[in-house]
């Protein structure tokens, strides 16, 4: 029983990015800014990053998606911490 | 000198194949042993966790790791964790592990954990069935990060788990999910045995450095906060004279588990 009511668009896709076996993203933080969705945060591939904008036009079609997410860095550390 | 190399929140799956091990190469020049902190895998998959073992596998310096909740999506935690002890990781599940590097021993105890919630701010074992199984899986696996940390008889002591001891390390997080997001009975577990360093994931707009009540430096390695594929952290022994006897060519593993189904 999914309602459409637009006031609880922004918590129905943090659920779908949660759940979708395509996205299955916790961490990935949706804003809701009249029929705008930011999405922020960061994810392991190029690919994941396309799906969350998939998903999120999907179920909320008539809303401008900005993609902001970024794919995590996996460079090598330049330092450590010393601790003692 | 023990250098502990950490990450956690790797996620891999089919789709990020290999994306590691470039930056694994040279890992022995950093590290003299490799901590991995849970949701090694997307959806918890045995294919994602193929995907894994692989970054993983025949690594000069041993590889220790817990499971997330990620991968335990698929409800097959038990065959993820067989998967990978055949490619040589160790998983630790409230159990420990001493591993001899070199003359330097550290043991790590590892759990996944859980939410709950922290000191003053928590759920209670009270109601609801649902919300006493909720908080008990918490005292649960506290208790055995407890028991898993005192069987390590060597003086370098290392907490790992999946969830979050403390709230420093969240700090970048939404206030209102930090119950989902760990338990103070973890560390009230690792404030009991003592430990070097405790080192977590999960987080992943949370915050590296935290510190447990007793003092214990805390460290969340969820990959999005460290942005690069892992950290080092170089632990001083308090008996260390100076002498850095830790080569770069890491250890032998010798298992000493206390399992603790
Ligand atoms: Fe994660
Ligand atoms: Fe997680």
Redesign the pocket.
């Known amino acids: 029983m999914s309602s459409r009511t637009p006031q609880y668009a922004a918590a129905r896709l943090t659920q779908a990015l949660a759940e979708d076996p395509r996205t299955a993203e916790?961490?990935v933080r949706v804003q809701l800014r009249g029929d705008h969705v930011y999405l922020v945060g960061e994810v392991a591939s190029e690919e994941r990053r396309q799906h969350l904008t998939e998903v999120v036009r999907e179920l909320e079609p008539e809303l401008t998606v900005h993609n902001e997410v970024g794919v995590v860095e996996c460079r090598e550390p330049s330092t450590a911490e010393e601790l003692d | 000198m023990i250098r502990i190399a950490a990450v956690?929140?790797v996620?891999l799956g089919e789709d990020a194949r290999g994306r590691l091990r470039p930056a694994l190469e040279h890992l022995p020049d950093h590290a003299d042993l490799l901590l991995l902190a849970?949701?090694l895998t997307k959806h918890g998959t045995l294919a994602e966790a193929r995907v894994v073992a692989e970054e993983f596998a025949g690594l000069p310096v041993p590889v220790v790791a817990v499971l997330?909740?990620?991968d335990h999506h698929a409800d097959v935690p038990e065959q993820i964790a067989a998967l990978l002890t055949d490619h040589g990781i160790h998983v630790l599940e409230g159990e420990s592990t001493v591993l001899r590097l070199d003359g330097a021993a550290v043991g790590v105890a590892g759990v996944k954990g859980f939410g709950g919630g922290f000191a003053g701010k928590c759920g209670s074992a009270f109601g609801e069935p649902e919300m006493k199984s909720f908080v008990r899986h918490t005292e649960k696996v506290a208790a055995r990060l407890a028991d898993a940390l005192h069987a390590i008889d060597v003086p370098v002591r290392v907490a790992l788990t999946h969830y979050s001891p403390v709230t420093d390390t969240l700090r970048g997080e939404p206030l209102e999910i930090y119950p989902f997001l760990g338990s103070y009975l973890l560390a009230e577990a690792i404030d009991d045995a003592g430990a070097a360093l405790a080192v977590h994931?999960?987080a992943?707009f949370g915050t590296e450095h935290g510190t447990t009540p007793g003092g214990v430096r805390v460290r969340n390695v969820?990959q999005p906060v460290i942005r690069c594929a892992y950290k080092v952290y170089n632990l001083h022994g308090p008996d260390e004279r100076g002498d850095q006897s830790a080569s770069a060519t890491g250890g032998q593993a010798s298992p000493h588990s206390t399992s603790r189904a």
């Open positions: 916790l961490g | 956690g929140d996620h849970g949701d997330g909740n990620h994931g999960h992943h969820a």
